[in-house]
Each structure stands twice: as structure tokens, then as C-alpha cells.
Nanobody, 119 residues
């Protein structure tokens, strides 16, 4: 059973930084695509960024140059470093894993962590 547990959310002032972590169990990062999504109040969940094993990261235009996704394969953890945060970054952030098993892809989600950007 794959489990994803996020941490690191909180309240930060505009222009500040936060680092989110997502600890994965039940899977390794090889053959996976790891990603972060977010959902703001009253809005649909949207992609923030993804990274495939051995691949280059992809970012939504709204976070390019400010957010960085990275992985620590030894710790089975994916990180999201968020800099120069804006009020519009306020949302619940979800860790996501797309896992390939036997030719089939499975989606797994964490429980989410709240990020609030406010003065």
C-alpha cells in the first residue's frame, strides 16, 4: 500500500519561503512520477509541478522561477521549496504519485497540507 505524508505547511508572509516535504512509503521513486498539486478555496485542484525518475521537472507557469521540486531517493521523500510566496499561492498542497505496476498506472494522494500566505 502506497502512503504519502506531507508536512511543512503553515502561515508565511508575502515574499517569504516554505519547504514542503512528502514522505512516501510502499513505493520507490523509480518508474514513478512525483508531483505537487494545490487547491485554493472555491477552485479546482491544479498542477504545481512534477518530476519523473531521472527526468527534468515541469512547473506551472504561475510558479516557474519561484518553486523548486526535488527528491531524495535514499529517504523516499520529495520536496517543494517555495520562495517569493504570494497571496495567490494560498491553498492546500497535495503530494501525488503516479505509480506504474505491471503496465498499469495508479494514482496516490497525500492528505494535504495548508499553506497560507498573508500579512
Amino acid at each position: 500500500q502506497v502512503q504519502l505524508v506531507e508536512s511543512g505547511g503553515g502561515l508565511v508572509q508575502p515574499g517569504g519561503s516554505l519547504r514542503l516535504s512528502c514522505a512516501a512509503s510502499g513505493t520507490s521513486f523509480s518508474n514513478n512520477v512525483m508531483g505537487w498539486y494545490r487547491q485554493a478555496p472555491g477552485k479546482q485542484r491544479e498542477l504545481v509541478c512534477t518530476i519523473a525518475s531521472g527526468g527534468s521537472p515541469n512547473y506551472a507557469d504561475s510558479v516557474k522561477g519561484r518553486f523548486t521540486i526535488s527528491t531524495d531517493n535514499a529517504k523516499n521523500t520529495v520536496y517543494l521549496q517555495m520562495n517569493t510566496l504570494k497571496a495567490e499561492d494560498t491553498a492546500i498542497y497535495y503530494c501525488h504519485a503516479l505509480v506504474k505496476r505491471g503496465g498499469t498506472f495508479f494514482n496516490y494522494w497525500g492528505q494535504g497540507t495548508q499553506v497560507t500566505v498573508s500579512s
